[in-house]
């Protein structure tokens, strides 16, 4: 089932005394990256609702970013807006709530698939209570309510085309007649709404020799490694050349391809696609498309940098081992390698192996590569400490 996320982040930050959602709380990451972060863990896609004066502000994870309206109310449909039609549960979070962790949010999106209108978490109110009238309420019967709060796509719609206004989304469906289900809230899902609340949450977040998996996200963020693999056999035809790495090799025979046949940019450029979940090489760049016909495969591997770029990841570095029994690669291995980082933005490092006469590779008869590719979401604070 398509999952999508409504993060709301649209408010002033009055009572805190700062838009509180880009106050730093894990290193440079803030809040609203962190909320977001394990949002986009757990969905396909996350809108993003931000005060209309910084919807320019990039957010981690996010894949679209609207302007928030006048009440809470408003700025969810307005995050509706954004969600694909097609999208058949919605989560609305808030920003103010980066403590809830991946598993919570896979409780209400489950309590959804089973059949409820809406799933809710909540804790036990542990204060005794009194109304304002000055009589004792019972504790028993109350519950507080967190977010992500999940609910079936078009009741969720549904409850907002009234355009009536409630503190949270639970509140409209109930009044829909919809139902709405209870999940074990976390006490650590509390909303930061003063100054104390903020460091409190940064106490609570950091990593430790216990850390959950909601502890390991909040460190981690969006690290992805992918894997690429690539095969070429030797041609007969002499007027190939042979290119690796985007380097030359006079005297030794081409390989066979639609493109210059440059197996290591060829891994190198599946290991990232792989790495952000954009299919193959083939499906970009396919071999029936005349076009491609002797590319650039340097140039080819530079689309992709782009393409993961734009999915908002970085670089991290990339491993390659080449299997060929020719040619050496050790005198331009170092060649090699500046080109593949000039081109990907980031250390490559290239391994020459050979196949020991084992198989087609033994016999010469072409070469592969095997390379391995990590990536960041931009912004994490880990990818800069790999940095330095």
Aim: negative net charge; glycine residues 10%.
């Amino acid at each position: 089932m398509s999952v999508w996320a409504i993060v709301v982040a649209g408010g002033s930050g009055r009572r805190f005394g700062a838009p509180k959602q880009f106050e730093p709380l894990l290193g440079q990451r803030r809040v609203i990256d962190v909320a977001t972060a394990t949002a986009k863990h757990c969905c396909d896609g996350v809108v993003v609702v931000l005060p209309p004066t910084m919807i320019n502000q990039p957010v981690e994870g996010a894949t679209a970013v609207v302007a928030g309206g006048e009440t809470r109310s408003d700025s969810v449909r307005s995050g509706l807006a954004a969600v694909p039609a097609d999208a058949e549960i919605i989560l609305v979070h808030d920003a103010a709530r980066p403590g809830a962790s991946v598993e919570l949010f896979a409780s209400v999106i489950e309590s959804i698939k089973h059949g409820a209108d809406g799933a809710v978490p909540v804790v036990a109110v542990v204060d005794t209570l009194r109304t304002r009238g000055g009589t004792a309420a019972d504790r028993d019967q109350l519950v507080a309510v967190q977010t992500p709060q999940a609910f079936a796509a078009q009741i969720l719609r549904a409850a907002h085309s009234s355009g009536e206004s409630a503190t949270d989304d639970a509140s409209l469906v109930d009044a829909c007649g919809g139902r709405v289900d209870h999940v074990e809230g976390e006490t650590s899902n509390f909303k930061i709404t003063e100054v104390g609340d903020l460091q409190r949450m940064r106490e609570e977040l950091q990593p430790s020799a216990s850390s959950s998996s909601r502890d390991l996200l909040a460190v981690l963020g969006t690290l992805r490694v992918g894997n690429g693999f690539d095969v070429h056999r030797f041609s007969t035809d002499t007027d190939r050349q042979l290119v690796l790495g985007g380097v030359h090799f006079p005297g030794e025979p081409g390989l066979v391809g639609q493109s210059d046949a440059d197996v290591v940019a060829h891994a190198c450029a599946e290991a990232l696609l792989g790495a952000v979940g954009l299919g193959d090489l083939g499906s970009h760049f396919p071999d029936t498309d005349e076009q491609y016909r002797g590319a650039d495969s340097m140039k080819l591997l530079a689309e992709v940098v782009d393409l993961v770029a734009r999915e908002g990841y970085r670089v991290l570095n990339i491993d390659c081992s080449v299997i060929a029994e020719r040619p050496k690669l050790a005198p331009v291995r170092q060649t090699m390698q500046e080109r593949l980082a000039h081109v990907v933005g980031a250390p490559v490092s290239v391994k020459g192996r050979r196949a020991e006469k084992l198989g087609s590779l033994g016999r010469k008869e072409g070469i592969a590569c095997l390379a391995s590719a990590l990536v960041v979401g931009e912004g994490d604070t880990l990818g800069t400490a790999f940095e330095q």
